[in-house]
């Protein structure tokens, strides 16, 4: 089956620091998704991303927060300066369409010091 | 606002059933999901229903929905040791866009 594959598995920054989460959504997918999940809460919806622009974000996702999809293959998530409350898992997702099953990556473990 | 509740811990002998219960808030959800995580892995859609459906069943699988309580659960038959890993509960108001998630139930399974 194909996988959305995310890289790296683990990602460990000093607070300030600039950090790209990078992800290889499934080829033929049109809706790229970020979500994380901070250690022992809930998986959060961060943003989706479709047509080259962002379709919905949430309160999470601020100022210091970008989605780029630079090559047509690639989805990343940068944040500008992490902060310690950045620590989480982060998952990438894919879609065909809307009202298509979401593919998630294994995530990425980010660990700010 | 959305939120999606789960118990957050379930312990099961080998062979037997697994029941994994969920509770939601928006009554305007469309979907509502079952996703599976195994240790280092991703998030696998195990399956899903349709808001206006009440059971499905796929294979040692049986979702049941109760629209009136908000209730939904996971029933796995003959729940085996590969079982063992955390579900997650999960709601979307749109098929599959914005998913909102429950904190997920680890399920160990005791051989």
């Known amino acids: 089956e194909p996988e959305v594959t995310q890289t790296p598995s683990h990602q460990v920054t000093q607070m300030g620091q600039e950090v790209i989460l990078r992800c290889v959504p499934i080829?033929?997918?049109?809706?790229f998704y970020w979500y994380r999940q901070i250690l022992g809460q809930k998986v959060e919806f961060l943003v989706s991303f479709y047509n080259n622009e962002i379709s919905e974000k949430s309160e999470i996702f601020d100022d210091q927060f970008s989605v780029e999809r630079p090559d047509g293959s690639n989805f990343t998530l940068k944040i500008r300066s992490t902060k310690l409350e950045d620590s989480a898992m982060y998952f990438c997702?894919?879609?065909?369409?809307?009202?298509?099953?979401?593919?998630f990556g294994s995530g990425t473990q980010l660990s700010v010091l | 606002g959305e939120d999606v509740e789960q118990s957050l811990f379930l312990s099961v002998r080998e062979g037997d059933s697994s029941v994994i219960n969920c509770t939601y808030t928006d009554s305007s959800s469309t979907y509502l999901y079952w996703y599976k995580q195994e240790p280092g892995a991703g998030l696998q859609l195990l399956t899903y229903i349709f808001s206006n459906m009440d059971m499905k069943q796929d294979q040692r699988l049986t979702v049941l929905l109760n629209k009136k309580d908000k209730h939904l659960s996971l029933r796995i038959a003959d729940t085996q040791t590969g079982d063992s890993a955390i579900y997650f509960c999960a709601e979307g108001p749109y098929p599959y866009d914005k998913v909102i998630f429950g904190p997920g139930t680890s399920l160990s399974v005791i051989p």
């Open positions: 080829s033929n997918h049109l809706y």
């Open positions: 997702a894919s879609g065909k369409g809307s009202g298509e099953k979401l593919f």
